[in-house]
T-cell receptor, first 112, second 110 residues
Framework: EAQVTQNPRYLITVTGKKLTVTCSQNMNHEYMSWYRQDPGLGLRQIYYSMNVEVTDKGDVPEGYKVSRKEKRNFPLILESPSPNQTSLYFC???????????FGSGTRLTVV | ELKVEQNPLFLSMQEGKNYTIYCNYSTTSDRLYWYRQDPGKSLESLFVLLSNGAVKQEGRLMASLDTKARLSTLHITAAVHDLSATYFCAVHKAGNQFYFGTGTSLTVIP
């Protein structure tokens, strides 16, 4: 089944403890993105990647890192999480402009 | 910064009625996408509009794009309960940059 897989689905962590949210897609898509969803703000793009080793900042990149060493994987790294990063995170991939994103199931992160 | 505004933010409509959701954006773009999100779920791609005047239809939903007016509409015809969800438009800028609207929460009541 074509899908974007994120892990974990739920995560509670403490301020300052490094964490990684994994994202993997099995559709050979070139484009991948990370979004955060907050009430009243819609989805905001954190980072995106247009191919292996090609990444760029989205609208709200502060406090996040990404890497794209392989086409299928696009992990999101929070080096020192803070409470304002408590949010619902989505990874998404697409093959090109003719298609919309395929989204992962989401990761609900709480930083205390 | 590209701004995307959706109207209305909340919409409660009776089954069988028609309604339109509007998506306005602030800078030039010729690619617009519509998504649906059910409560507690992920987003699902509905429509991809790639040029001025583009119109796409699927069941009771029809989306259109007017790039000159910087406006996209999502029209709902004869609403049914299954259409209750939050609908997002997203505008493509350069490369892989996207800007989402804040969403329209639609509730269809019997």
């Amino acid at each position: 089944e074509a899908q974007v897989t994120q892990n974990p689905r739920y995560l509670i962590t403490v301020t300052g403890k490094k964490l990684t949210v994994t994202c993997s897609q099995n559709m050979n898509h070139e484009y991948m993105s990370w979004y955060r969803q907050d009430p009243g703000l819609g989805l905001r793009q954190i980072y995106y990647s247009m191919n292996v080793e090609v990444t760029d900042k989205g609208d709200v990149p502060e406090g996040y890192k990404v890497s794209r060493k392989e086409k299928r994987n696009f992990p999101l790294i929070l080096e020192s999480p803070s409470p304002n990063q408590t949010s619902l995170y989505f990874c998404a991939s697409r093959s090109g402009d003719l298609y919309g994103y395929t989204f992962g199931s989401g990761t609900r992160l709480t930083v205390v | 910064e590209l701004k995307v505004e959706q109207n209305p933010l909340f919409l409660s409509m009776q089954e069988g009625k028609n309604y339109t959701i509007y998506c306005n954006y602030s800078t030039t773009s010729d690619r617009l996408y519509w998504y649906r999100q059910d409560p507690g779920k992920s987003l699902e791609s509905l429509f991809v509009l790639l040029s001025n005047g583009a119109v796409k239809q699927e069941g009771r939903l029809m989306a259109s794009l007017d790039t000159k007016a910087r406006l996209s509409t999502l029209h709902i015809t004869a609403a049914v309960h299954d259409l209750s969800a939050t609908y997002f438009c997203a505008v493509h800028k350069a490369g892989n940059q996207f800007y989402f609207g804040t969403g329209t929460s639609l509730t269809v009541i019997p």
